[in-house]
């Protein structure tokens, strides 16, 4: 969803000047409690003390970035994956987090000192959201290992059951079965070993994606598998 951000030289112009970073100082825990109600229906669970000392903490460090010359990004970004390993992983906090962002550093800002400061705010919410979507994507990558690692025993065991048993009925070992229940019976084995099957190469899938999976190269006759 996110481009990376190409690098760029951030003029003077674009800098936050000595009295717009002051102004920003002494406010910085009002905007971070202003930014707290943002977004406090989604953080609900959490202490609001120690939000609103992250949320004080990421406005001085952005306020420092936007007066730098040439800023330290991966801040920026740093903190987006800490927003959303820490407050919240909802969407709709990165969104109210930028506007409440972009509202308190062009807060009482004249038309041209906001076009003039406008480029590095922008390449900074950028990072801001590259982080926090790259932490999201990591904790839904990691749920779903810890999904499938959890679920692997309970899916097979009860398919296996399944399997090997409608072929002991199958065969007659607890006693003789109708031609139409061995076709029944038939329909449940194989439809099971496909079940089975799939669930096999979702985890496969899943190992590759991890980088676990270990290749075994053997000779083969290409002509074999075409055929």
């Not at 799939?198 to 083969?220: H, R, Y």
Request: charged share 25%.
């Amino acid at each position: 969803l996110y481009q990376e951000p190409q690098e760029a030289n951030v003029s003077k112009d674009a800098k936050l000047t000595q009295s717009e970073l002051k102004a920003i100082q002494p406010c910085k825990v009002s905007a971070a409690a202003q930014w707290y109600d943002a977004i406090a229906t989604d953080i609900a669970d959490l202490d609001d003390s120690d939000v609103k000392a992250q949320l004080a903490n990421w406005i001085d460090q952005a306020a420092t970035l936007l007066s730098q010359n040439t800023p330290e990004w991966s801040l920026a970004r740093a903190t987006g994956e800490t927003l959303a390993r820490e407050v919240s992983t909802k969407a709709s906090v990165l969104g109210k987090s930028q506007l409440v962002l972009s509202r308190q550093f062009t807060k009482d800002m004249p038309g041209e000192r906001i076009a003039a400061v406008l480029p590095s705010l922008s390449r900074l919410l950028s990072e801001l959201a590259i982080g926090f979507v790259d932490e999201q994507s990591k904790h839904v990558q990691m749920m779903r290992r810890k999904f499938l690692s959890a679920t692997s025993h309970d899916m097979r065991s009860p398919l296996n059951a399944v399997i090997g048993f409608s072929r002991i009925i199958v065969k007659g070992v607890d006693g003789p079965v109708t031609e139409l229940q061995t076709q029944d019976l038939s329909t449940i084995h194989e439809s099971g070993k496909s079940l089975l099957k799939m669930i096999d190469d979702i985890f496969t899938i899943d190992k590759i994606e991890a980088g676990s999976v270990s290749l075994d190269p053997k000779a083969f006759n290409l002509a074999d598998v075409i055929d």
